[in-house]
């Protein structure tokens, strides 16, 4: 990777914290970087790469504060953002908040973690619940410096030795966002799944979890690629994987295997580019009286199964800003006008599937016509449906294997929720 020196900024561009770890760029060369994104924001070029006098800025800004690495080498620099915000989130984790006041409070923390975290410009140890076993903020109190836990060391850098609980369980959630652009026509323009496997582990000991999926590779390889597989089976695109599963077994049999760090994780994600049959369907006509007043008729249909049930529903539909006097009629569900964001929110708690329902709105516009000529900003849904996945991806299998033999509970929940879902209005 080789970066050479890590520095945080305050929002005016003054050194806070610097680290050099390479020695090999003049630490002041730090000085131009501030004056070059000026003229570069003043340029509307800003970029997150800045490269001056033979050296490259990587930077990343989080509460006004610029996180910086720089370079004079050809780095791999995904893996040095990947490391910048990873660096982010172990001080969130540490400080609760990224900002001025939590920097200068700690600088002694800082300083510590910052040489645990790369070493001679290469990563090491990024994982906030093994740096907190051996860097605290106490660590000035104490009088005996406390060793680093075996996890440093080890193989198995993100777990640590001698785990115990009285009751061994695993939590994994399959989470799906549904992406979703519709034109005014009904069309669909845009549609994705982005799905995230995430974990909650309690267990004692050195685990190895084994997890199966239902994948279209895998069910291609194994000669299982029959009709009623192919109808069950899930072709996942751009899967990304926590550091502790196993890829060369990965991509010999398909297996997902792993150590599973101790608490909370997400063990992958990935993405479905596929035509998504929208699940909450919405059409909207839209009345425009001249000088006087506008009205709305929105109809919701929810397009899934009818076991399933959508909760907390919140459609959210744009009015000019300069409407007043609201009034309301729906079949189901409250409304609510929300002035500063020029919205009005038709929530439904409970939406089951294959239903439909039908709110109206009214509103008065002032007798005066506005000079500045409004967008059509797009309806947006909000929802989360439980025991569903758009996919269909399925957990086959999650098995547990421990040394000691000890019993364990895992528990399989599936929710799709939104996540950039909007109906263009006319």
């Known amino acids: 990777m080789s970066a050479s020196a890590i520095y945080i900024l305050d929002s005016k561009g003054k050194v806070m914290i610097s680290r050099n770890y390479r020695g090999d760029i003049d630490f002041g ?48 620099i995904a893996m040095i953002f990947s490391f910048l915000h990873k660096t982010v989130e172990v001080f969130k984790e540490y400080f609760k908040e990224f900002e001025e006041e939590s920097i200068r409070d700690n600088f002694v923390v800082i300083y510590e973690l910052l040489d645990e975290l790369m070493d001679f410009g290469n990563p090491q ?29 080890n193989a198995v850098s993100w ?24 034109n005014v026509n009904g069309t669909v323009l845009r549609s994705e799944i982005c799905g995230a496997i995430k974990m909650r582990v309690f267990l004692s000991g050195m685990p190895e979890l084994r997890l199966g999926l239902n994948d279209k590779v895998l ?63 919405i059409e909207s006509v839209i009345e425009r009286h001249s000088h006087s007043r506008v009205e709305y008729m929105v109809k919701a249909k929810s397009q899934f199964k009818r076991r399933s049930t959508a909760n907390n529903v919140e459609i959210i539909i744009p009015v ?23 919205a009005t929110i038709w929530t439904i708690r409970s939406f089951p599937g294959g239903k439909e ?20 900003p797009p309806i947006r849904v909000k929802f ?17 294997i421990e040394k000691s033999g000890y019993q364990a509970l895992p528990w399989v929940r599936y929710i799709t929720q939104n996540g950039d879902y909007e109906i263009r209005t006319s």
């Not at 490269?51 to 800004?61: I, L, Q, S």
């Not at 997902?256 to 596929?274: A, N």
């Not at 800003?321 to 964001?341: L, Q």
């Not at 989360?384 to 547990?400: A, C, H, N």
Request: neutral net charge.
């Open 159 to 182: 777990r640590s030795e001698g785990i115990k609980y009285r009751k061994n369980e695993v939590f994994l959630d399959v989470i799906e966002s549904v992406n979703l652009l519709v």
């Open 29 to 76: 060369i730090i000085d131009k970087f501030i004056p070059v994104l000026t003229e570069r924001e003043e340029e509307g070029n800003i970029t997150p790469l800045i490269t001056t006098a033979g050296v490259t800025f990587a930077y990343v800004k989080f509460n006004n504060l610029y996180l910086v690495a720089t370079s004079k080498k050809n780095a791999n």
């Open 219 to 281: 069910f291609e390889s194994t000669g299982r690629a029959g009709a009623s597989a192919k109808s069950k089976s899930v072709e996942l695109e751009d899967v990304k994987f926590h550091q502790c599963v196993r890829l060369a077994r990965f991509e010999n049999d398909r297996t997902i295997s792993f150590i599973p760090p101790d608490g909370e994780f997400e063990l992958m994600s990935y993405r479905l580019s596929t035509q998504v049959k929208p699940l909450i369907w």
């Open 320 to 342: 000019p800003n300069d409407a007043d006097t609201p009034r309301f009629k729906t079949t189901v569900g409250s409304v609510r006008y929300v002035p500063e964001e020029n």
């Open 357 to 376: 329902f039908i709110m109206k709105a009214h509103f008065n516009l002032p007798s005066v016509e506005s000079q500045e000529q409004e967008g059509k």
């Open 384 to 400: 989360e449906i439980p025991y569903f996945t758009t996919s269909g991806i399925q957990v086959r299998y999650l098995k547990i």
């Open 125 to 153: 140890t990024t994982d906030s619940k093994i740096l907190q076993e051996y860097i605290t903020q106490e660590g000035t109190k104490l009088e005996i410096a406390p060793r680093p836990p075996m996890a440093v060391t």
